[in-house]
């Protein structure tokens, strides 16, 4: 792209993110596109019935721009419900997705010149967001197979500039989720420095150990420098929708509204109206999207492992990785996606695109399982198949 000094340099070189040219690249190649992350299978039929009956008995026009205060009191009930939390719904902010929430607490909180803890692999958005505010993106590493956070790598990554700490917790692209000793160690830093903590949890609710999630917002000294960000999208299944929501006390929480009015005003009514009835459905509606979840995980894990790939350990997200280097394939992750999109006709993520600078490993690449079975036993018949004239 020719740089003549009119775009902001953040953009000026910037790629595709690796979501979309994955799912173009699939199109393309009319590959089963494992790439990313979206489920495709039956969708929750309330949800759907109450979105079409929204349209036409609820409103089109704009909500508030802070969100209808019927889903802002739901997601306040079903945190109440689900992690034990006592929220209000004046700290909630419906947002255009959680991308959007995560923009807004950037540019709410990020000055120029600031230093912003980001642990890697990272959310392709978070440090190009964190550059445009003028801040300067400060990367922790988190080695696979495990990805655990290291007290003394974070200690190292302080400086007098740290202001803001992002963290993605359950962990996308990994399916890890922190421990709640690592929690509780993150929670400290960031109250030992006076930091202020975005908290990407929009997997919380996608999660396969058996544990309730807790939020780094709910540890002590936290609420009152942490946004929890989630989404209806992750939750339901439903990531077409784009409505996702951002939670904040005091000054934090009237500084990020403040920000989403200006960047969207507001988010579609009237899946606004049909995600404040999803979050009140009965529980069993959702754990038995979840069971169907964590069925297609062990469809396409053992599809995998028959094929000879080695799996990493998951427990949260809709993702698996395979580990190229122990599963004997020697090609990089990101010549891998390449090739398997256009050769085997199966899209992946190369977890690579995830990391920035020299840290990368180059031997992962992700899978969304959250497919219907026939397209999963495809594609580990076509990858299998592929592999074998590798
Ligand atoms: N979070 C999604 C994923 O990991 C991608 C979001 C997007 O495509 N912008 O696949």
């Given at each position: ?8 340099p953040?953009?000026?070189q910037?790629?595709?993110t690796?979501?979309d ?8 190649h009319?590959?089963?596109?494992l790439?990313?992350g979206?489920p ?11 979105a079409?009956?929204a ?8 909500p508030?721009g ?22 209000s719904?004046e700290q909630?902010t419906v947002?255009s ?9 950037v ?14 692999p990272?959310?392709d ?8 505010a003028?801040?300067?993106p400060?990367?922790?590493p988190l ?17 007098p500039?740290?202001r ?6 359950p ?14 160690m993150i ?5 030992e420095?006076?930091?202020i903590?975005?908290?990407d ?9 058996g ?9 002590p ?9 989630g989404s ?12 996702g929501w ?5 000054e934090?929480g ?13 988010s ?14 009965p529980?069993a ?8 979840w ?6 396409l894990?053992s ?7 080695v799996v ?5 997200t809709?993702?698996l990785?395979?580990?190229?280097a122990?599963?004997g394939?020697a090609?990089t992750?990101?010549?891998f ?6 050769e085997a ?6 977890v690579?695109?995830?990391?920035e600078?020299e840290?990368a490993?180059v031997?992962?690449?992700?899978l ?9 036993d495809?594609?580990?018949a076509?990858?299998?198949?592929w592999?074998?004239g590798?």
């Amino acid at each position: 792209m020719k740089t003549d000094g009119r775009i902001h340099p953040v953009y000026a070189q910037m790629e595709r993110t690796v979501f979309d040219r994955m799912s173009a690249l699939a199109r393309e190649h009319g590959a089963i596109n494992l790439g990313q992350g979206f489920p495709d299978g039956p969708v929750p039929e309330p949800l759907i019935e109450a979105a079409a009956r929204a349209l036409r008995e609820k409103s089109n026009q704009y909500p508030p721009g802070a969100g209808l205060i019927e889903l802002r009191e739901a997601i306040c009930g079903y945190y109440a419900r689900r992690q034990g939390s006592a929220l209000s719904a004046e700290q909630v902010t419906v947002t255009s997705g959680a991308t959007e929430a995560i923009a807004a607490a950037v540019l709410a909180f990020v000055k120029p010149g600031d230093e912003v803890i980001l642990f890697q692999p990272a959310y392709d958005a978070y440090a190009p967001m964190v550059r445009r505010a003028g801040g300067v993106p400060v990367s922790i590493p988190l080695a696979p197979p495990e990805f655990r956070y290291d007290a003394e790598a974070l200690a190292a990554a302080i400086t007098p500039r740290t202001r803001v700490l992002m963290l993605n917790d359950p962990l996308n692209p990994a399916g890890t989720v922190a421990s709640h000793g690592e929690l509780e160690m993150i929670a400290r830093a960031c109250t030992e420095h006076d930091l202020i903590a975005i908290c990407d949890e929009v997997w919380e609710d996608v999660r396969f150990d058996g544990i309730p999630h807790r939020s780094l917002m709910s540890f002590p000294g936290m609420e009152e420098r942490a946004v929890k960000i989630g989404s209806a999208g992750k939750i339901f299944g439903l990531t077409g929708w784009k409505i996702g929501w951002m939670i904040a006390a005091g000054e934090l929480g009237t500084a990020i509204a403040r920000a989403h009015q200006f960047l969207t005003f507001a988010s579609a009514a009237p899946l606004q109206w049909a995600v404040a009835e999803g979050l009140e459905l009965p529980e069993a509606v959702l754990a038995d999207q979840r069971e169907g979840w964590a069925a297609s995980r062990e469809r396409l894990k053992s599809g995998l492992e028959s094929a000879g790939f080695v799996v990493l350990p998951n427990a949260a997200t809709w993702f698996l990785c395979i580990d190229l280097a122990a599963s004997g394939v020697a090609l990089t992750d990101r010549v891998f996606s390449e090739r398997a999109v256009a050769e085997a006709g199966v899209a992946t993520v190369p977890v690579s695109a995830l990391y920035e600078g020299e840290s990368a490993p180059v031997h992962i690449v992700r899978l969304c399982f959250t497919k219907p079975d026939a397209v999963l036993d495809e594609a580990a018949a076509r990858l299998s198949a592929w592999r074998a004239g590798l």
